[in-house]
């Protein structure tokens, strides 16, 4: 058995163990409790998958079926908990309610590398600017995000609604616009016509209208609550953010790919995890109140 108290399962991409191992133990209390990071594709089971989110929640309920979620041993209590991508959910099937799995703030774990990421550092970085030079053109970036969503709003919400209507098309979350002008320039009711029509024909659902109205309500209250992370997938940020740099500072077509996958890694290098830290740490130690009060365990055994 692991000496970590808690072991958390993560979905098996690029940046995901990294991520949260930086992140959970930025906080001092949990580094010193100690945290085990796997990531699902480490886990060659068939009756649980071997990768991504699907996989963590099926361990997820592998280990609740097993009664194994929570172990008590001499010394304390120890928990497995699952880290998992928010995506869609909320707008489709809904986030699951359990205080063993827990979601991204944003769309992923990319989206949380550039909402908590250090911008002029990371430019500075990726593209050799001076400081001076860096803040000038994160000045002109600005809120990247706000103007992301601002210009992909409607492409946005097709994206979203694919998923409640059961559309399996070309209009995809994880897809740049196919409605704006060479990606990023003005929006073409043209083209939005044809993907929507696209996706109303791919759906699974009766009356997709209906439901795409319905979804196109929610997704304005995000946008209403500037909740601009949730809206987008991580990976569509560097582009963009790439994007608004050429406009000001020289980046070949042939680079930009490059650049933006170089960002991604500055982003994670200078990000400040102490209020994310924070919340984790009110997670996981709220896994030992849970048990304590289950299993009526003397007060204190445990506790971190």
Not at 40 to 67: C, I, M, P, Q, R
Request: with cysteine; proline share 3%.
């Amino acid at each position: 058995m692991t000496a970590a108290k808690y072991t958390a399962f993560v979905e098996g991409k690029n940046h995901d163990a990294v991520y949260y191992e930086r992140v959970i133990t930025g906080n001092p209390d949990l580094a010193a409790a100690g945290v085990r990071v796997i990531r699902s594709e480490e886990v060659a089971d068939d009756d649980v998958g071997t990768g991504g989110k699907s996989a963590v929640l099926a361990l997820h309920d592998f280990f609740e079926t097993s009664g194994d979620l929570t172990l008590h041993t001499n010394e304390s209590l120890k928990h497995l908990v699952f880290l998992v991508d928010r995506d869609y959910d909320e707008f489709n099937l809904g986030l699951r309610v359990n205080e063993h799995i827990v979601y991204t703030h944003g769309t992923d774990v990319e989206a949380e590398i550039y909402r908590q990421g250090d911008l002029v550092r990371s430019l500075g970085t990726v593209f050799s600017l001076t400081a001076d030079e860096a803040e000038g053109i994160a000045a002109r970036i600005g809120n990247f995000a706000y103007e992301l969503a601002l210009q992909w709003r409607q492409w946005i919400t097709l994206c979203i609604a694919a998923g409640p209507l059961g559309s399996r098309c070309a209009v995809r979350p994880s897809r740049p616009s196919a409605i704006n002008i060479d990606t990023y320039g003005e929006f073409d009711w043209g083209r939005y016509r044809d993907h929507h029509q696209m996706l109303i024909s791919a759906a699974q659902i009766e009356d997709p209208e209906s439901k795409f109205r319905e979804v196109s309500t929610l997704v304005d209250r995000f946008y209403e609550d500037g909740a601009y992370f949730r809206l987008i997938k991580g990976k569509l940020f560097p582009g963009f953010v790439v994007h608004l740099v050429a406009l000001a500072f020289p980046v070949s077509e042939r680079e930009k790919k490059h650049k933006g996958s170089q960002l991604t890694l500055a982003m994670l290098d200078s990000a400040r995890f102490e209020q994310q830290s924070d919340y984790y740490l009110g997670r996981l130690v709220n896994l030992d109140t849970i048990a304590l009060e289950l299993h009526k365990l003397p007060g204190g055994q445990g506790a971190i």
